[in-house]
């Protein structure tokens, strides 16, 4: 088997494959799964930035076809694997130049509801799995639901869990990464690992934010509580950035002095125009509402900001329970307060709410358009200056898209997992999210990748406490500084434990394929 797969390597490399020499693949590598066409799914992402051909794309069946996959690899000279989710990495995170790519949708469907012992519920679902699917089967069947989420849905289950997995209940559950208990993991060697806290612990919190370091997660358990009817879905907004900030630390941190709190937190910033795309017109919930700029005062600045919250109610509230609760909430915020936004809707279509941007993104042609995001953790201690200078003077005119920054509380993660954070309690995530027409209409990627540069080396030069999400450096000294060094002395133990030839997400480009004689 292993030298059919040199063979087709040899073959590849002088372009002198026969035909079916990929359809045979799979019967070399003993699948139950397929070989797919290298098409372009395979060779580019969704930050479309970077276009790099596998040696193959690989549907495995289920977790022992990721096995020999990942065996077949460490048996060759220089062979790589990376793991595909739905394939919304920015940078090439999920490709294998020349390598052998996974299709993770395609593992077998794998979702299960168990009750342990102490009477807590989880759901058992495949790392191929897309969180919007967990999210329908858990709450349509057994009316409960995940704790944390992402603000985008269509993501795999062990996509999110290799990164963290962030959105606006993260302030009061931590992120994902810190809800779940279990995971079954195949390591760099082949080795199919189940792991938790107690059990294999070091591939638990290695693959949890690992990045893929450290091995492919196949299944994972997934904490689950029961899921509310609706949503009162709510925006408000702020001219100051430190009436923002204050008011958003206080909601994620009222249950800390025995208050209750909303149920999900988030924030962004947007431009004081009439740009439909981060301007005033992208606040109000209810298309048919409109943003008055005329009750904003004269003193209001180019940027303005936005908190967004929700509370979840059950369909049995009565009406004035539910106004009278959150009108509690909201007492004594100092947001503009001709400018609230509300509506109620169902809990499974505010969750789904990113997913209607997609169609109006794919509607307007620029859902396929270069993304080259940036997403960064940064310092309570330091927000303030990063508005200054970033939000309000570098992307002042906008970036044709969100500007995320909510606050979030670092004693809800769990600093064993890979995951590298800021040092204070509180800290920022910072999220740019660009949507913009292709070049010429829009700027060019290349102008966009250097502005995301122009504000990492700020935040490096000032001397930020700030920690780069969804993370992508190209020098082993880049990686080492992301997470010092003792944190990086940690990973390099783990990968040499888990991964010691670094088979394994070679697109994150920390570590160099160990080859074989």
């Not at 709510?234 to 002095?257: G, K, N, P, S, W």
């Not at 700020?458 to 000294?477: A, Q, V, W």
């Amino acid at each position: 088997m292993i030298a059919y797969v040199e063979c087709f390597v040899h073959e590849n490399d002088s372009e002198s494959r026969p035909d079916g020499g990929v359809s045979s693949l799979s019967k070399a590598l003993d699948l139950q799964g397929s070989v797919a066409d290298c098409g372009a799914d395979a060779a580019r992402d969704f930050g479309g930035m970077n276009s790099i051909s596998p040696l193959a794309f690989l549907r495995p069946a289920g977790v022992e076809d990721v096995a020999r996959v990942v065996k077949a690899a460490t048996r060759s000279s220089n062979l790589t694997v990376a793991a595909r989710g739905n394939g919304h990495s920015i940078n090439g995170q999920a490709m294998a130049n020349r390598g052998l790519v996974l299709d993770m949708r395609s593992l077998g469907e794998h979702f299960r509801v168990v009750r342990a012992r102490d009477g807590s519920f989880y759901a058992d679902v495949s790392g191929g799995a897309l969180w919007e699917d967990v999210l329908k089967r858990c709450v349509f069947e057994y009316g409960m639901a995940p704790r944390s989420w992402t603000d985008y849905l269509s993501l795999t289950v062990g996509g999110t869990l290799s990164n963290a997995g962030v959105s606006g209940q993260a302030f009061r559950y931590g992120p994902q990464t810190s809800n779940v208990t279990e995971l079954e993991v195949v390591t760099g060697k082949g080795e199919i690992f189940n792991c938790s806290e107690t059990e294999n612990s070091e591939l638990f919190f290695g693959a949890l934010g690992g990045l893929g370091q450290f091995g492919i997660i196949t299944k994972a358990r997934v904490l689950l509580q029961p899921a509310p009817d609706m949503v009162r879905w709510i925006r408000l907004v702020y001219t100051e950035f430190d009436d923002f900030t204050r008011e958003a630390e206080l909601l994620v941190t009222r249950q800390d002095h025995g208050g209750d709190s909303f149920d999900y937190v988030e924030g962004f910033a947007f431009v004081n125009s009439d740009n439909p795309a981060d301007g005033r017109p992208s606040v109000p919930l209810d298309p048919q509402e409109t943003f008055d700029a005329a009750h904003l005062p004269r003193t209001a600045g180019p940027i303005l900001y936005c908190l967004e919250l929700a509370r979840h109610y059950r369909k049995t509230d009565h009406s004035s329970t539910v106004d009278t609760g959150v009108n509690r909430l909201l007492g004594g915020l100092g947001f503009v307060e001709q400018l609230k936004f509300q509506v109620d809707i169902s809990y499974v279509e505010f969750l789904l709410r990113v997913k209607r941007a997609e169609e109006h993104a794919k509607a307007n042609g620029i859902w396929d358009a270069p993304h080259p995001w940036l997403n960064m953790f940064v310092s309570k201690s330091d927000i303030a200056d990063f508005d200054r200078t970033v939000f309000k003077k570098i992307l002042k005119d906008g970036i044709g898209g969100p500007m995320l920054v909510y606050p979030l509380r670092r004693s809800k993660w769990d600093t064993r997992t890979s995951v590298v954070l800021p040092e204070s309690e509180i800290f920022y995530i910072v999220a740019l999210l660009r949507f913009t027409p292709p070049y010429p209409k829009g700027p060019s990627s290349e102008n966009l990748v250097a502005q995301n540069q122009e504000i990492t080396q700020y935040c490096t030069k000032k001397g930020f406490d700030f920690k780069l999400y969804l993370p992508h450096y190209r020098s082993s000294e880049d990686w080492k500084r992301h997470f010092g060094n003792d944190r990086w002395s940690r990973f390099v133990e783990r990968k040499m434990c888990f991964d010691p030839m670094a088979i394994l997400a070679p697109g994150q480009k920390i570590f160099s394929r160990v080859p074989q004689p």
